[in-house]
């Protein structure tokens, strides 16, 4: 955070400012022909502007992270991480704003006025229950994407854990009992979510810092509206009376809060998830102790099944910026969870698993929602969410103009060169019935030589390189014009690479990220399954 430069974001020029002439084009005089052509069309800032890859994320200090109300200034360091993280993942760019104020109204207003800068805006950090009117409030009043990360990204996580959850233990929806440890932000955003994917509503129970929350409570006037909802006829207790026979526990409150003898009573196979950050409710290892037929998860990346919002957020905005969504819906949220939760069962790739330490993950009780540096969320989370918005008719892009296929090739282009070629390729033979075949034996070195060639090269361009740029497209060149031609094809419906480009695409098979439970391999090559 200290070093230089301070920080953790950036602003950097994107248009040539060496000479006058470049200056007189970016700015005055040169300026003033898209202010006019906006006056005139305000669809056109997208055109003209970065409004269209540009979020802002926005706090008033008041709920950050663990540390409770420290105020607006004091949350800055977290709003940069948060920029961080939607360039890293999503290649979204940021301006963190920090609005001092605890009055709603002064902060509805003015997140309201600065609305028309951004293609979207990420609130983060504003307490309960404040922010459920606050967030409300401003998508109804802005025609751009706007979502409380903390109440909705848990929640869309969590959901896909759920969906996989629930299968592997031969449960049903529909029956399961739900139990809520926390009746904040996130848990009351969870709870709705979970109805959507079809939980039933009278199955969830949720648990505040007074018991049970009960209809008595709610009229006594102890609720508010928000946990209103889930106020259902039954007999006040405490969180043990609460878990008793309960197929799933969620728990979004504070560590140590759940004891070895709560988890005991809960149904058989029970599911839970221990999320508070950075002690759980309860420690994984105290779970097992007592129910090895449990499924667990946690906000920790220390352990299997880590539910991590970075899962969520930066691909939710990707897929809404690029179809120029209007609103963050109920369906959009919905089908980054199902997107999510088919990605999990999809055979993982070789690079995860050397980022863990060479942990052997499959669909399974320890891998049951994919791993935030899983590269391939991108393309399956935000192509979801883009498409989704599409088909409910709130995106800028008319259906017919909008192709998921294109799109998965733009995403990948977003993940680098290898990844765009090794597209490009794959797409050549699709619908041939023919594979793609590797060499076997220099896959992991030329990876590892490539990823070395990817950095520096990443380097030299941002230092204006111009003999690297011409270098690497010759190189790009060659790989999706040449190469292709020296593919042959064999009756057997296999691809067969010359000796001269097996290196070639052998990395690129690897960077692509098809995992090793899916290659065959016959006399030193590798098959890829048919495309």
Known sequence: HEAEPRGKIKAVPTKPHSTPNELSLAYSPGVAYPCLEIAESPEDAYRYTSKGNLVAVISNGTAVLGLGNIGALASKPVMEGKGLLLKTFADIDVFDIEVDTEDPEAFIDTVVNIAKTFGGINLEDIKAPECFEIERRIAEATDIPVMHDDQHGTAIISAAALLNAVELQGKELSEIKVVVIGAGASAIACANHYVAIGVSRSNISMVDSKGIVTKARL?????????????????????ADALKDADVMLGLSRGGLVSKEMIASMAPKPIVFALANPTPEILPEEILEVRTDAIIATGRSDYPNQVNNVLGFPYIFRGALDVRARDITQGMKMAATRALAALAKEPVPDYISA?????????????????????????????????????????????????????????????????????????????????????????EMMLQKQELADASADKALARGGIWVRRLITVVILFAVVVAPFVVSYTGQGVSVLSEGNKGLFGFLGSIIGFGG????????????PEV
């Open 219 to 239: 009229e006594a006037g102890e609720l508010n509206e928000y946990k209103a909802p889930f106020a259902h006829e039954r007999e006040p207790g405490e969180l």
């Open 355 to 443: 980022a863990y330490d060479g942990a052997v993950m499959q669909y399974g009780p320890d891998y049951i929602i994919p791993k935030p540096f899983d590269r391939r969320v991108l393309l399956w989370e935000a192509s979801a969410v883009a498409q989704a918005a599409v088909d409910e008719g709130i995106a800028g892009v008319a259906p017919e103009e909008f192709s998921i296929t294109d799109y998965r090739d733009e995403l990948e282009a977003r993940l680098g060169q290898s990844y765009s070629i090794m597209r490009h390729v794959i797409n050549q033979v699709r619908g041939r019935g023919k594979r793609i075949v590797l060499q076997s034996h220099q896959l």
């Open 517 to 528: 439970n899916n290659w065959e391999t016959v006399e030193g090559f590798v098959l890829l």
